[in-house]
């Protein structure tokens, strides 16, 4: 059995193993610079983790477990054109160092790469199986997508809205990765949809995680400047209910700040006052109190899975040290 | 047996009857509307012929052949976007209809997409084999695409590096189109092999004749203007030979209109003094010639399959129809 941090080694030497040798070199080039930026590498993580649960033997899938990768660095870096997004992890994203035609295209080739490891040495009759939920997954990441792009447009969008669509921009992936972990594995069928429903809930906790350390994360840690959202009126989880809590006061203050123009504030006003209002309408409590609800729901859910306490023990700490991270 | 219109139609019912129900709607409304645009459906009828040459139940891979259409249009949906055309077949782009964004994700949805209908109901035990040809041709193509991006910005493309360069953005898919019909109709692999090869001949004799009627094509019948190649300077079969065999005045008169800023000339006055200069150097014949060349390679290989006249009659006219096509 191996814990997060060997499985996380093992996940970095198969992405520095991965040969590029194809050509033409310059086709290649910004996919290996993207997915030499680093990151957590959860999801191939999780994917081992999920299939260590059943199986030792993880080097059986490690191509598949590159596979939820490179498609996840794919997803970044069409994302980040989409944004418009200067940097990521400390670097200029694609777009930035070559052109949006390279993001474009080398993103296509990505998504097709992430199919040829997903299949390649694939367990004799799984292909089938893991290759309809991949499409699947990545046909609901795209309207996860989607929608994120329409709510920015929008101004009335409920809280079961977002959480939905957040479900499809993130959950999803993660609820893939355990459940296709498992399939390889050849876990019971009931405990492949356990490790979906756990990693669904797992994913929402740990998104609205993301939308919480965006404004109260220790700005050491926590890797992007704090208060990034506020400043870009992104509709997280907390602003759609700040104005949905707020009274009338607080209302107009956050109109305020949202309408303001860009270039006649301080950033680090906005920042300030947007906080205050959260914590005046009591947003951190209620997200807080979401993020518990999802992890408690993904913690039922797990409590579920038939393998003993030992078995199940690295698994667990993953996920808890997920929901305790400050980054 | 089929033969090519009833098997156009059958494309178009299948394209016509394909649900997109699912949501956001935004997300698959530019899908329909670039699969509504019409086309020769070149692709999916190959891949129908290639079967049909060994089974009668086209039906049966009627999933299989929408894939491969998926697939083009969607190639098609990035490439216009990358090339920021405003235009295809008589209509706005997507991304002039819609937006950028909408182009990038919806076409990554439409790859999803063509991998979903590549896998459903595919005859038992042929998936592998299907995807894994199907990937690497999609990976061929986004080389295709690279190299032709790339050489936008050379002076020295070779004429070997062109033919290289055709044969990957387009031949590899009616190869593929067609070797795939042969495997899911269970021919031998020999044959499997032979259509491919056919189909790689094929492409690149169609892909010659693409640049021969840019420049020598009827303006009546052929869709597009003529001689939209010549004012973009493109680096076509045409003009790498033109510079490589002209003689001096011919190159120096090559260059001044190659080299003249937009708008100081009228077009149709620079297509037909660069249709001249072609004539001149000899490039009518030396490019007839070369799709000529491959044509009848083609027709070698397919001489090879072993079947009987009339089981390959309806392939052998659709082939023949696409090289006298005039649009």
Redesign the interface.
């Known amino acids: 059995m191996y814990n997060w941090k060997e499985l996380l080694e093992k996940v970095n030497d198969g992405i520095a193993a991965m040969s590029f040798d194809?050509?033409?070199a310059?086709?290649y080039a910004p996919i290996r610079y993207v997915l030499s930026m680093g990151g957590k590498r959860i999801r191939p993580v999780l994917m081992l983790m999920a299939y260590n649960l059943y199986r030792e033997d993880v080097e059986r899938i490690f191509s598949q477990a590159l596979a939820i990768e490179v498609y996840h660095n794919y997803t970044l870096l069409?994302d980040d054109?989409?944004d418009r997004a200067d940097m990521r992890r400390g670097v200029p994203t694609v777009h930035k160092k070559w052109d949006s035609?390279a993001a474009?295209?080398s993103?296509?080739?990505m998504?097709?790469?992430a199919?040829?490891y997903m299949?390649r040495d694939?367990p004799a009759g799984k292909?089938?199986r893991v290759?309809?939920l991949f499409?699947?997954t990545?046909?609901e990441i795209?309207?996860g997508?989607?929608?994120d792009?329409?709510f920015e447009r929008r101004n009335d969008v409920g809280e079961d809205e977002y959480i939905e669509m957040i479900r499809l921009k993130t959950s999803v992936l993660l609820a893939a990765a355990l459940k296709i972990g498992a399939v390889l594995a050849d876990a019971p069928d009931s405990e492949a949809y356990l490790l979906y429903r756990f990693g669904e809930n797992l994913g929402l906790a740990f998104q609205l995680q993301d939308d919480y350390l965006d404004v109260y994360g220790n700005p050491e840690v926590f890797g992007k400047k704090v208060g990034g959202d506020i400043l870009c009126n992104k509709k997280t989880y907390m602003l759609i209910n700040a104005y949905r809590l707020a009274d009338a006061e607080s209302r107009d203050a956050l109109d305020f700040w949202v309408n303001k123009a860009d270039g006649t504030f301080n950033p680090s006003e906005k920042i300030d006052a947007v906080t205050r209002l959260y914590d005046k309408i009591g947003i951190r409590e209620l997200c807080d109190k979401k993020i518990r609800f999802y992890f408690e729901e993904a913690r039922r859910v797990w409590e579920q899975v038939q393998l003993s306490g030992e078995r199940k023990g690295p698994l667990w700490d993953m996920a808890v040290s997920l929901m305790y991270r400050e980054s």
């Open positions: 194809r050509k033409p310059e086709l069409h054109l989409m035609n474009i295209l993103g296509d080739s998504l097709v790469m199919y040829h299949m694939c292909l089938g290759l309809d499409t699947e990545a046909l795209g309207e997508l989607q929608y792009i329409e």
